[in-house]
């Protein structure tokens, strides 16, 4: 039996751009219908770029329109006659030679959307060099003029599970950091400045109040 492709972000897209119900898109994705609904509430795939399946043949428009109006109504996967290429697992990212010069539109992009990304993320996923991803960064690209932000998933450069990846990899690198951060200035005693209260003046809190009726 076929499978959706990347069901968790099909999830995400269908949640976000249809009006079908939570077993409706559970049934099509194999997703629990109650991890459907902490997707919509936000609870679950946070920051996820959804996968549109009528991009990739996965789906029809009028197959999504005839199961809105439905609600008994399941979806049926579009039949696909081309085999999926089998991705490879090692060596490293090849760019085709009529897409690289598309990188440095993806690098703007992935810091310009995911701050959280390394350097070293962003060229892994575009297929680039870190000395290249920080021209672009500081703006010292020698064709910086005629950079602008693109996704790298709509060019081709790399997949939308790959990116989906790298950011969870971050994010959790990041939360990590933070909490050993906390766990540090905790261990010497030190306030941290998004913890800190509001500084009052003393001068001001020992003002007495002003009495402002007047006196003949």
């Keep these: 039996m076929s499978q959706v492709l990347m069901p968790k972000a099909t999830a995400v897209w269908l949640v976000e751009n249809t009006t ?11 997703l629990h219908p109650l991890e459907v609904q902490a997707i919509a509430d936000g609870e679950v795939a946070g920051g996820m770029t959804g996968l549109d399946p009528t991009t990739n043949g996965q789906l029809t428009k009028e197959e999504i329109k005839r199961v809105e109006a439905d609600q008994g109504a ?5 039949p696909r006659d081309v085999p999926m290429p089998v991705a490879r697992s090692k060596g490293p990212r090849y760019t085709p030679v009529a897409k690289r010069q598309d990188r440095p539109d993806a ?8 701050p959280e990304l390394q350097d070293s993320q962003v060229a892994k996923l575009v297929g680039s060099t870190k000395s290249t991803v920080q021209s672009v960064r500081d703006r010292s690209h020698w064709n910086m003029q005629n950079v602008r932000p693109r996704d790298p998933v709509t060019l081709g450069l790399c997949s939308l599970k790959d990116l989906n990846d790298a950011v969870d990899r ?4 990041a939360a990590r950091e933070d909490a050993n951060r906390k766990r540090e200035a905790a261990r010497n005693g030190v306030v941290l400045e998004e913890e800190a209260a509001p500084a009052v003046d003393p001068a001001e809190a020992d003002q007495p109040e002003i009495d402002e009726t007047s006196h003949d």
Excluded: E, M, Y
């Design 107 to 114: 690098i703007a992009w992935l810091l310009k959307v995911h």
């Design 20 to 30: 079908l119900t939570f077993d409706q898109i559970s049934a099509f994705t194999g």
């Design 74 to 78: 399941r979806l049926k996967l579009s």
């Design 170 to 173: 971050a994010r959790r690198k």
